[in-house]
């Protein structure tokens, strides 16, 4: 195990069943999850001057190599490292890749996690890692046997190497374009040969990834940019009140705005439609419209707390029960903590929008989303058309976070276009898109544990939120567990003999709820490892050893630990009011600690200085786009940490942009490092981890500064200054 690349800036389950474990043994469950994955044939097979061994990849006589993306591509580098991962296998000449969007079609292009065309969970790596090589082995092996036909001799013989066939025994070669059609002609082998990793060219080197040059030039088309001739441009208003409806609209100053052609007034919206998007606006803003709020008009925050509260009182489906929890937590020293995380909104950097053309025999959608497929078929229930007469262009998406899971913002697009001659891109505003989001839900987790001897002798975990699993995928929520929810809680990596995982079901009045980046292990993660930090200080140890001396059965994330620790100058002086605190966590199939250094001044206002992250990720495609992911998403994290609040009054979410829903600003920016293990196992998912770990170990930073525990984000700033009791 050595330190490889720097960047700075399953117990036994109990009733319930965690999501790991879920997804990886279940089976069919009506057809909307899958084991394991076959390899779909090309969609361009036969297609005259092509080879097409599969859905993947496609080969011209030019020699242009085209890898169709089964994933999206929102900033993660999926593009890239999906690329090289079947550049790797097909030993491609990585210059002579483009790439190409993968159409709608569960079928060929399913997660294999899912058995739906979606883009999340960080797992396209995870997912795809041996589906993709073995389409691209498959298709070596088929090229390799092609040119052992031209040249009459043992495809043992033959080796390949950038986009070409080699016969060394007689310096014969031949480039993949020439192979073509004696290729077309044969099949792959139904369990090809792989490469070893030590063999590996492209795998483990920090490449460039391939969308960055159209994104400095502006050549890039993300779904906003899509411009169809003669579209029209629309901006909606929904009713401030979850579930309300629309009630009366005077429109008579909006179509005097110049450039509005269009007022469209639906059950629960309302659209205006204008030449450009300015004109759209300005008539929205001139619209007199009274909504009929219906029975959510009352609800606020408090009401929200006051149900998860009394929610988190009962007892919950058990999700694992490990030993004897009951008479562990009978043993030694209890202490119980009970942690809150709020509503949080997504609010990446492209607002949502959608681009559709309605036809009475068709529909055409320009859009970035992660569930491709999912648009599709919303597109075709709302026009009433069948699938293969509904169209969707996928492109890049400039930030997702979960929000791009939900197509209801493609749904209202194809209800404004049908009321619209040509094409229309409907675009939310800021506004809109926070107060009508599909929001991460709160949560409430209660942790009980005993101390004994310096050891957990019992542990017990109920976690009490929204089910978003029973709502997005119904087949995975089983025996009241959503294993989302539960995420990283029923995984605990520690060596505890007693333990008891509950999950309780509470859907908050009239909130939408969603996947928010880092989804299940957001809550789990802080307040574990805020507990644990708890727990060595009753203990009376260091927080890192105390953790250290925990995890005798998971080596890999010891083993980041102790690099993280090391990294960061654990134990050596800081001035007053400075403190480091530390997190580890197994998320994703991701080991990762991290150690933050912050400072609270005498006004409880918060300096973040430092975060060092050390993650045993298994086999790293491409470690620039490693480190860049971590960084994102620590930033995130310490974004909602110290920042992120939705509130709702009166029905309504009180945040509007970013003024009141603020971001984490460049001159707040700490120092960031994050030190790559190398290791030879699967890769692990890693888009996710860095929000998840930021939140525990700043919090467990500023009891280090202050000796004030804080249990409820975002982080109170008058309770750190002493102005109120924690």
């Known amino acids: 195990m050595t330190n490889v690349a720097v960047g700075r800036l399953n ?416 675009v939310w505003t800021r506004e809109e898109d926070i107060q009508h989001d599909i929001y991460r839900p709160v949560y409430l987790d209660r942790l009980s544990a005993s101390l004994s001897n310096g050891r957990i002798a019992g542990w017990k975990h109920r976690i009490t939120g929204s089910a978003v699993i029973a709502r997005w995928l119904p087949p995975a929520f089983q025996k009241g567990i959503d294993i989302d929810a539960i995420d990283s809680a029923a995984d605990l990596p520690y060596d505890i003999a007693n333990l008891r995982v509950e999950y309780v079901r509470d859907e908050p009045p009239a909130v939408p709820t969603g996947f928010w980046r880092g989804v299940g292990p957001n809550n789990n993660v802080f307040a574990i490892e805020s507990f644990m930090d708890e727990l060595a200080k009753k203990s009376n140890k260091d927080p890192v050893a105390f953790r250290r001396d925990l995890l005798g059965t998971a080596p890999r994330l010891k083993a980041a630990l102790e690099l993280a620790a090391e990294k960061a100058g654990w134990g050596s002086p800081l001035p007053a009011r400075m403190g480091r605190g530390v997190a580890v966590q197994t998320a994703f199939g991701s080991f990762i600690a991290t150690v933050a250094q912050a400072e609270v001044d005498e006004h409880g206002d918060v300096r973040v200085h430092r975060i060092v992250s050390a993650v045993d990720t298994g086999i790293v495609v491409n470690p620039d786009t490693v480190i860049a992911q971590l960084q994102g998403g620590l930033v995130y994290g310490l974004t909602a940490a110290l920042y992120g609040n939705i509130s709702i009054a009166k029905g309504r979410v009180q945040q509007s942009n970013f003024h009141d829903y603020r971001m984490l600003r460049i001159n707040e920016m700490p120092q960031i490092e994050v030190h790559l293990i190398k290791s030879g196992e699967a890769p692990g998912g890693i888009g996710e981890t860095g929000t998840t770990a930021a939140p525990p170990a700043l919090v467990n930073a500023l009891f280090a500064a202050t000796g004030i525990r804080l249990r409820r984000l975002p982080i109170d700033r008058d309770v750190l200054s002493g102005k109120k009791p924690a």
């Open 11 to 426: 117990p036994d389950v109990g009733s319930g069943v965690t999501r790991r474990t879920f997804l990886q043994a279940s089976v069919g469950l009506g057809g909307a999850l899958l084991v394991g994955f076959h390899m779909p044939a090309g969609t361009a097979a036969g297609e005259k001057g092509v080879f097409a061994p599969n859905a993947f990849i496609r080969i011209d006589r030019k020699g242009k190599i085209t890898l169709i993306m089964p994933q999206v591509e929102m900033g993660q580098g999926v593009y890239t490292a999906v690329a090289m991962i079947l550049a790797e296998e097909l030993d491609a000449a990585f210059e002579q890749v483009a790439l190409e969007a993968a159409p709608p079609n569960d079928k060929l292009y399913g997660n294999p996690t899912f058995g739906l065309q979606v883009t999340g969970n960080s797992n396209s790596i995870r997912a795809f890692w041996m589906p993709l090589r073995k389409a691209a082995a498959g298709a070596r092996a088929i090229l390799v046997e092609a040119a052992s036909q031209v040249w009459k001799v043992d495809p043992a013989s033959v080796r390949t190497d950038s986009s070409t066939a080699i016969h060394d025994a007689t310096g014969r070669r031949l480039a993949y374009a020439a192979l073509i059609d004696r290729a077309n002609g044969l099949t792959a082998p139904k369990d090809p040969t792989l490469k070893d990793p030590k063999d590996f060219k492209l795998i483990g080197k920090p490449l460039k990834r391939l969308d960055t040059p159209d994104k400095v030039n502006g050549k890039v088309v993300y779904g906003i940019d899509v411009m169809p001739p003669g579209v029209k441009f629309a901006t909606i208003a929904a009713c401030p009140v979850f579930g309300g409806k629309v009630g009366q609209v005077d429109d008579a100053k909006a179509k005097n705005v110049a450039g509005v052609r269009q007022v469209v007034v639906l059950d629960d919206f309302v659209a205006v439609v204008g030449d450009h998007m300015w004109a759209a606006k300005r008539g929205l803003a001139a619209l007199h419209i009274t909504w009929s709020e219906g029975s959510n008009a009352a609800v606020s925050s408090t009401d929200v707390w006051k149900q998860i509260r009394t929610a988190s009182e009962q007892e919950g489906a058990v999700a694992k029960n490990v030993g004897d929890a009951a008479k562990g937590l009978s043993e030694g020293v209890l202490h119980e903590a009970v942690y809150e995380l709020p509503f949080l909104a997504h609010a990446p950097m492209e607002p949502l929008n959608c681009t559709v053309h309605v036809t009475p025999t068709s529909c055409e959608v320009w859009v970035g989303i992660q569930v491709l497929s999912r648009a599709q078929a919303v597109a075709a229930k709302i026009t009433g058309l069948p699938l293969d007469k509904v169209t969707v262009h996928n492109h890049l998406i400039g930030g997702g976070f979960g929000r791009r899971l939900e197509v209801d913002f493609v749904e209202k697009a194809v209800q404004v276009a049908k009321q619209v001659d040509g094409p229309v891109k409907v």
